[in-house]
Structure formats: structure tokens, C-alpha cells
């Protein structure tokens, strides 16, 4: 064994031993662990420093390091904090004390894990603590897991240890599962457009199912799209390979045909939990709906809604019952037959619905959710509620200890449900403000938000605007269009370039263009047609079609990539990139000879779906609704935006180009309609955004 694998032993069972019991007296653990395993050479605090020092990005040693100080950072349920509050400095000074490091340790510690600033926001009325108390009987099972997923998949310990703090502050502010009296807590937390509010609800899912709620309910939005993307994201997360395979024989072809995920190219990544969750003394996860089908009525099965109570004696929601018991898991569709097929089952269900701890987490809550009937029309009185938010209601009144949890990034339908309806959704009891992510590209990367100095000129590289926007005026003619599909092309061989530069083959799985102008589906047939005709006549592999490209990317690509791309492998001439062209081409026109996917209700037009899970995607996007709200659209790096809406909520939810574009920030376009002079302002969506 190397000396770095046996350095990073050491200190891995040294933290491992901490992790229940939180920071104690390093250099004595280290002594004890060195010693067992032959290695006190190792155990000199000299020998730390020295590597921290030198440890370049990716250091397994340095990566746990900062994992267990971030987790100790953000801890809010331990009780050797002594008061101090997370993210901050006393709580890391306190963290050094019950670690006993010397002053160099301190300093070394300092300079390469530095305290992550907590900048989300939270207004909150008071609660009575419960979180700590029960999370101290009973290990994180299920959030444990999604953590390592996490770390697996990329995320930076900073990014976990916020994830860790914000679903903490989540939980810890909705009703204990064990209390004796049902009481019903509702929140809301707010992010940024298409910036990770689904990671924050499936850790608030795993902690809350830690923590003994057996009923959760997942509100997805209005569309197919967006609730079989929720439902695989959580079932690979999440619920796990065990709770998936529920005994099925891996080795039999007839029995894995009925696992949802047996075909998935993803299988092996979902996450592993080492067995049944049960057979390790925590809950399983039962799943009432799949990635292929809604909620369903369960007729005979209606058993699988039914808790067993181990001692019969004692309400469900007493620890005995509790933490035997598997929980529920629902990813429901926003429809108003669906939730009346749920909301009928659990009328009929004999448990005690009162005595079942429930989560019901509400994504794009101020869509469908809000009660939206005008108060001058109804009967005096009497509250009249449109569908979606009279079923929801129905939930809430049929599971007394049901907490309510709302997601949204336009939370401006939100607050202005009145407070004194008992069985609406004001957010009464907290609303959670998330921090902006690490590596998100949202407004301040599409906009010179402050104010610019009038002796300095803007250029790609101190000006958002001049790097990343692209204005479209009046576009008959296609021409800016025609532009953006060449950008499309262009983007696509740099991508390409960047995989053989670094050697990482599908790192890009997938390169997407989004073009947006109109609702209507008849004007989808057209502009797809509009985008057919200039595709091939574009001449990609003509003398001039390729002159057409070098000057795009010598005009505009290059010099952006320049100033922009950071680590990223940067092409310094047309000629590194021109052998890709023909791989990019051939990737986008597909199989079935066609760059263009239209994603829309009309079955006439829509012969294949928007599947990025199952296959990498290289196409150009024509859609409205379905590609909003909520779904990722992954890979997206050139948006062709000329859609007026009047509408804030409905602008924002559109603003797909929000997001995260690792590898490829530099290399995103937005085309977007502008005011020319002779049309009113309101015609210019970009300065609308801002």
C-alpha cells in the first residue's frame, strides 16, 4: 500500500469513529489508529500539513478532510456545538477546540477549507425542537446515502454541506412524527430557476423518512414529462436498487423485465444501499407509482397503502410502530383525476389516517396548486376551490399529521394565499430563501446587472451581455435563426474537441438547442418545418458552408472562449475543430434524418419522446409548456427565445438557459427578442427578464 492510500486510511477510520459521537481529540485518535495499524510514522502532524499543502484538486485525503468539516459546519441536531450556529466561524473555532489542533494545523486547515458562507435566507416562526432528539436515537439511513451518491456524482463538499444545513432547517420545522397531538406544518422554499430545488426535496424526503414519516407525497407539476423525470431522479437517488428490486433475481431475464429501470443505462449508478433496507433495521421505501405510470386506483391492492402495526396496542405514530414499518412513496402527476383516484384510496385504507406521519412536497407549488376562483363569486360563507387545490386540501384534511412542504422559483402566487383558511397552503410556519449555487448560471451571468462606468467599453470579457446574448429583431427572414443553428453546430465540435483534449469520451451525453416563439401547436408544426429547410440548405459541408462557420467562430466563438472557458481545453484555430463537423452533424440529424424533436401534446406531429435518460440527445427543441416549468432540459446551450408573455411567472419558468453548464458555460448562446424602435418596449424580452 502506497503512503498516501495508508495516510488516507488512517484518517478515514479516524473520522469514522467521530461520526456519531461529532470532533474530538485528533492527534489521541490518530496515535490510537496509527498504532493499531502499524503506521505511527504517519501519525506526526507535520506529515498532514505537508500533504494538505500540496494536495491538488480531486486529493482523496483533502476531499474528506473538507467532507467531515462541512458536515461538522452545518451540523444543527449535535448537541457539542454549544450554542454556536452553523456556517459560521465560532462554530468552526469550536470544532478546532474539540479537536485539539495546534496553532500550524489550524492555519493549514484554514487556508485550504475554508468556512463556506450560508447565504440562504429563512423567515420562520417559532417550533419546538424534535430533529435532534430523534436523530440522536437513530442513524441517517437514507440521507447518508444520498449524500455519497452526491459526492459520487461530483458535488463539491461545500455543496453537500449546504444541502446538509438547508433540508435540516426544512424538517427540523415540520411536525414531529411522534407527538401525541397531529399538527400540520406548511412551508415554502424558494430557489432560483433550474437550480437544484429537486436535490433539496429528495434530502428532505430521505431525512424525513429517517426521521419516521411513512406517507410521502410528491407533487410534480401538470405534465407527464416532468413526473417520470421526478419519479427516476428519486427511485435512483433515492429509493435505491433494493427497495427496486425488492427481491427479484438479477440473474433471471423474465423476472427483471418487471423492474421500471432494468434496460436504464444508468442501472449501475443508482444508488446501493448493501441490502433491503429492512433486513439492516430501517424502513423500506414502497413505491404506489412507477416511471411509466402515474398513481393508479389499487383496488384489491389496496393492502399497499395499509401500515401494520407491531404493537397493536399503540397508535402508528408511537416509536414501536414507527420505525418498523415501511414508508409510501407517490410521485404524483398535478391532475385532477389522478389525485381523485388517491384521494379516494386513502378513504378507504383502515389504518388510522390520523395517526400517519405525511410529507407532501409540492414542486412548482404556484402552479395548479393555488386556489385561483375569484372570492366575489362565491356563496356567502362558503369557500368554492378550483380542482387541484380542493384535492390537495382533501389531503390535508384527511392526514392530520400531513406536513406541507411548497417548491417554486416564483413564489409570487404563494404569499398571497390568505392566511386564514385552515386548509389552503399559505406558507404560514417558514419560508426557506435558498443560496445561489456553485456553478449555476442564472441572471448575473446573462446581464451587466450594476452599473457600467462610462469610460469603460464593454467587451466579451467584462461584459455578460456581449459574451453570451445575441439579439433577434425583426426575423422573417430567418437570420438569426440560421445563426443560431450554425452556433448550434459549432458549439457541438468544441464540445467534441474538449472530450478528446481531456480524454473523457460522453462527457457531453447530450447538446441541445431550445427554440421557443409561441404556444401554439399548429405554429410548432411550422417553425419545426421553418428549422427542417434551413438545416439542409445550410450547406454544412459546403466550401461555403464551412467559410460560414469559420467566421462564426473566429467573430464570436473564439474570442468569448478566450476570455471565458477557464480550464477548459480552448481550440486557437478553425482547423482544430473542423474534423468534429461531420461526427456533429451526423449526431444531430439522428438515426431517423431529422434535427428537429417537437415536444408538444399533439400526437400527430410527436412520434418520439424526450427521453434524456435512456439515450444521449442531440437535437434542436420546438416546444412550450412541456419544456418549462420545472424539466430539465439537459445539454441546453443555444435558446432561440422570441415568445411576449405578459405574464412574470410564465417568462420566468420559461428562462430554461438558467442552469448548470459545466465544461460549457463559455460556449452558451442566447438569442433572444429585442425592441428595435419601432416596436413598443414590452417587445423586448431581454430587458423584460432583467
Not at 444 to 457: K, M, N, S, T, V
Request: charged residues 30%; hydrophobic residues 40%.
Amino acid at each position: 500500500m502506497s503512503t498516501r492510500d495508508a495516510l488516507y486510511d488512517l484518517y478515514a477510520a479516524t473520522f469514522d469513529a467521530m461520526r456519531t459521537v461529532g470532533p474530538g481529540p485528533l492527534a489521541a485518535r490518530i496515535d490510537f489508529e496509527a498504532k493499531t495499524n502499524g503506521e505511527e510514522h504517519l501519525a506526526a502532524p507535520a506529515i498532514l500539513i505537508d500533504h494538505v499543502a500540496k494536495a491538488q484538486i480531486g486529493d482523496r485525503i483533502l476531499g474528506r478532510l473538507r467532507m467531515t468539516l462541512a458536515t461538522w459546519d452545518s451540523d444543527t441536531t449535535s448537541s457539542w456545538g454549544e450554542g454556536t450556529e452553523p456556517g459560521t466561524e465560532a462554530r468552526r473555532d469550536r470544532i478546532y477546540e474539540l479537536l485539539e489542533l495546534t496553532d500550524e494545523l489550524r492555519t493549514c486547515f484554514d487556508e485550504a477549507m475554508p468556512v463556506a458562507v450560508d447565504e440562504a435566507v429563512v423567515i420562520s416562526r417559532e417550533f419546538k425542537p424534535w430533529f435532534k432528539r430523534v436523530m440522536t436515537e437513530r442513524e441517517s439511513f437514507y440521507w447518508t446515502h444520498y449524500a455519497e451518491y452526491l459526492g459520487r456524482k461530483g458535488w463539491n463538499e461545500g455543496s453537500i454541506a449546504a444541502l446538509d444545513l438547508n433540508t435540516t432547517r426544512v424538517v427540523e420545522r415540520l411536525g414531529d412524527p411522534e407527538r401525541e397531538d397531529a399538527y400540520q406544518a406548511k412551508g415554502l422554499v424558494v430557489g432560483y430557476v433550474q437550480s437544484g430545488k429537486t436535490a433539496n426535496f429528495t434530502g428532505v424526503v430521505g431525512r424525513a423518512v429517517d426521521a419516521g414519516y411513512r406517507l410521502i407525497i410528491v407533487l410534480t407539476g401538470t405534465t407527464d414529462l416532468l413526473r417520470a423525470q421526478t419519479q427516476r431522479r428519486l427511485d435512483k437517488e433515492l429509493v435505491g436498487y433494493e427497495n427496486l428490486m425488492r427481491g427479484i433475481d438479477a440473474n433471471d431475464p423474465d423476472a427483471l423485465d418487471t423492474v421500471d429501470y432494468h434496460s436504464d443505462p444508468d442501472w449501475n449508478e443508482f444508488v446501493r444501499h448493501g441490502a433491503l433496507p429492512s433486513t439492516l433495521g430501517f424502513p423500506d421505501v414502497i413505491r404506489l407509482t412507477t416511471h411509466a405510470f402515474d398513481y393508479k386506483s389499487l383496488k384489491q391492492g389496496i393492502t399497499s397503502l395499509e401500515f401494520d402495526r407491531i404493537d397493536p396496542a399503540r397508535p402508528l405514530n408511537a416509536a414501536v410502530n414507527l420505525h418498523r414499518v415501511p414508508a409510501r412513496l407517490a410521485v404524483v402527476k398535478k391532475n385532477k383525476y389522478v389525485l381523485t383516484k388517491l384521494v379516494r384510496d386513502l378513504k378507504l385504507i383502515t389504518t388510522k389516517l390520523a395517526e400517519v406521519p405525511a410529507l407532501i412536497i409540492d414542486d412548482e407549488s404556484d402552479q395548479a396548486s393555488i386556489n385561483t376562483s375569484n372570492p366575489d363569486k362565491w356563496e356567502e360563507g362558503r369557500t368554492e376551490r378550483t380542482a387541484i387545490n380542493r384535492l390537495i386540501s382533501e389531503l390535508l384534511a384527511l392526514l392530520p399529521r400531513a406536513q406541507y412542504v411548497g417548491y417554486t422559483a416564483t413564489p409570487f402566487a404563494n404569499v398571497f394565499v390568505d392566511p386564514s383558511d385552515a386548509v389552503d397552503i399559505f406558507p404560514r410556519d417558514f419560508i426557506l430563501s435558498l443560496d445561489r449555487p456553485v456553478g449555476y448560471m442564472g441572471a448575473r451571468e446573462f446581464h451587466d446587472l450594476d452599473e457600467w462606468p462610462e469610460d469603460e467599453g464593454r467587451t466579451v470579457a467584462n461584459s455578460n451581455e456581449e459574451a453570451y446574448v445575441r439579439s433577434v429583431y425583426d426575423d422573417h427572414a430567418h437570420t438569426a435563426l440560421r445563426d443560431a443553428l450554425d452556433m448550434f453546430v459549432l458549439t457541438g465540435m468544441v464540445k467534441l474537441f474538449r472530450e478528446q483534449a481531456a480524454d473523457t469520451p460522453g462527457r457531453f451525453k447530450h447538446h441541445t438547442m431550445l427554440v421557443h416563439e409561441t404556444v401554439k401547436q399548429a405554429d410548432h408544426r411550422e417553425l419545426a418545418k421553418d428549422i427542417r429547410e434551413l438545416w439542409y440548405g445550410a450547406g454544412f459541408h459546403s466550401s461555403a458552408g464551412v467559410e460560414r462557420l469559420r467566421q462564426l467562430f473566429e467573430s464570436d466563438l473564439l474570442p468569448v472562449m478566450e476570455a471565458r472557458a477557464g480550464e477548459e481545453p480552448v481550440p486557437k484555430t478553425f482547423e482544430e475543430i473542423k474534423p468534429f463537423l461531420g461526427a456533429v452533424t451526423q449526431r444531430i440529424e439522428g438515426t431517423a434524418n431529422d434535427p428537429v424533436l417537437i415536444v408538444n401534446a399533439d400526437k400527430e406531429v410527436v412520434v418520439e419522446g424526450v427521453d434524456f435518460e435512456r439515450r444521449p440527445l442531440w437535437r434542436v427543441l420546438v416546444g412550450a409548456a412541456k419544456l418549462s416549468r420545472g424539466f430539465t432540459v439537459e445539454g441546453l446551450t443555444i435558446t432561440y427565445y422570441r415568445r411576449v408573455t405578459k405574464q412574470a411567472d410564465t417568462l420566468m419558468q420559461m428562462g430554461r438557459w438558467f442552469g448548470f453548464r459545466d465544461g460549457y458555460q463559455d460556449l452558451v448562446r442566447l438569442y433572444i427578442r429585442r425592441a428595435d424602435g419601432l416596436r413598443p418596449a414590452a417587445f423586448d424580452l431581454y430587458l423584460a427578464f432583467e
